[in-house]
């Protein structure tokens, strides 16, 4: 981006969720982002996390970049995008290289991580990430910077993030069809993670839960690392369908009353409460109780967290929790959600959110915006200002070196 009149660092972010595509633009100031742009737009070209419609999506992104553009007198030229979806999943994997009494370098560090990311991947899939979790020099664990210690083999343990080739291609391809280029490509509850969840949690054991429009995101952390990753492709819109259908009320509406008025426990309602729903068809508006609004709402919330429960259990992870669950996301607004993730978990729950940043930061303090900020503090952590020109072929293997690099400092 061109900044006009200003010698700073700029960054930029364009989450590309289900509900709402948004742009954040940031200037540096004392090595923190403070965000002096931002652009929102409904995300109509998305679903379940992944484009489903190029030229919707495109005009969205045009909205939200331009809106951010004029708020900020900046010209954006490229961006760190976030991609979600459960076609992305992780693995855990290792890596050795011999080092036979030397001191360990810098570049051995680099072959042991090509080591661990070397895996077998079907041709139409790649590897977002690759996010150290441990180093091991002969039989010590837990190294966190090998860089200097003696021994004689270096063994690297990784969790590995890999995603469907063409779906990222086509969030790559409804950037440069916008006019931007992609200089990062990160996979969504990674940056909501860096925006609300602390060094602490991560050490400890901690379960990032991003409930977002379309998807659900799940991270698991333990010794300051991601131990395990998995996309749920359900979230606060089937909350707001469900609340469509059981109150037979515009999509739209049920969105306001699910937002203005909805609660994830029923029974925390007052049964006196009522509530205006407009009907469809050119009928008047009802008068309802609102603990039927709730009564719509718990269950989708209570299902939504009992397959994150499952899939933690599965991970054998329970156990490991001892910082418990953060919500974050939009859907982690809603009244009460961390009531129930309370019963289904066990655990104690906060709700995440990026608080304050300066700038526009109280606007973009609450969890919807826990992915934009997270990718901007990403963006300024590891440098992001190289632009990469806009192209048809071979998209991703340009944003792709860049990002190995990045995430060996991550940890
Ligand atoms: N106060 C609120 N109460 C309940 N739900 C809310 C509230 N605010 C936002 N939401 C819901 O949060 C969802 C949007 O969250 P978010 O902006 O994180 O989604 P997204 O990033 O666009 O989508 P995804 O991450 O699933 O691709 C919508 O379903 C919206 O209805
Ligand atoms: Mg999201």
């Known amino acids: 981006m061109t900044p006009m009149g200003r010698k700073q660092a700029f960054h930029v972010a364009l989450d590309l969720g289900t509900h709402k595509t948004a742009v954040l633009l940031a200037a540096m100031q004392d090595h923190e982002p403070q965000v002096i742009g931002l652009g929102t737009a409904p995300a109509a070209g998305m679903r379940r996390g992944v484009v489903v ?4 999506t495109v005009q ?34 290792q890596g050795m290289v011999p080092i036979r009494g030397r001191e360990v370098t810098s570049s051995d560090i680099d072959h042991v991580l090509e080591a661990a990311r070397a895996v077998r991947l079907a041709p139409d899939r790649h590897i977002l990430h690759v996010l150290p979790q441990e180093y091991v020099v002969d039989d010590q664990r837990g190294i966190r910077e090998p860089e200097g210690m003696a021994g004689v083999r270096l063994e690297a343990r990784v969790h590995v993030q890999t995603g469907s080739t063409p779906v990222v291609e086509n969030v790559i391809k409804c950037c440069n ?28 054991g901690v379960a990032l839960i991003d409930i977002g429009g379309g998807t659900t995101d799940l991270l698991i952390y333990e010794g300051g690392a991601v131990q395990h990753t998995w996309v749920l492709p359900l979230g606060g819109n089937h909350i707001t ?7 037979q ?11 203005r008025l909805g609660c994830a426990v029923a029974s925390a309602v007052r049964s006196d409460e009522r509530i205006e729903v407009p009907s469809v068809g050119g009928r008047g508006p009802r008068v309802l109780s609102r603990q039927i609004l709730a009564e719509i709402i718990e269950p989708r919330v209570e299902e939504i967290l009992n397959l994150v429960a499952n899939e933690v259990a599965d991970a054998r992870a329970d156990g490991h929790l001892r910082a418990g669950i953060v919500l974050t996301g939009g859907t982690a607004g809603l009244d009460h959600i961390a009531t129930v993730a309370e019963r289904v978990f066990h655990l104690p729950v906060r709700i995440g959110s990026p608080g304050r940043t300066g700038g526009l930061g109280d606007i973009v303090s609450g969890p919807a915006y826990a ?16 632009v990469i020109s806009p192209a048809s072929a071979g998209m991703i293997a340009k944003v792709r070196t860049r990002m190995g690099d990045w995430f060996r400092e991550f940890f």
Not at 53 to 56: A, F, L
Request: proline share 3%; charged share 20%; hydrophobic share 45%.
């Open 53 to 56: 419609n190029i030229e919707q």
């Open 60 to 93: 969205s992104i045009r909205r939200a970049v331009h809106e951010a553009e004029v708020m900020a007198d900046c010209e954006i030229q490229s961006v760190v995008v976030s991609v979600s979806g459960n076609h992305v999943n992780g693995f855990n994997s």
């Open 177 to 204: 069809k916008s006019g931007i280029a992609v200089s990062q490509v990160i996979f969504a509850p990674l940056a909501s993670a860096e925006a609300v969840l602390t060094a602490e949690e991560r050490e400890l």
């Open 241 to 247: 369908n469900d609340i469509a259908a059981g109150l």
């Open 249 to 259: 009320t515009p999509p739209g509406e049920a969105e306001k009353l699910k937002q």
């Open 371 to 386: 992915t934009g900020v997270g990718l901007l503090q990403l963006a300024a952590r590891m440098g992001s200002d190289a």
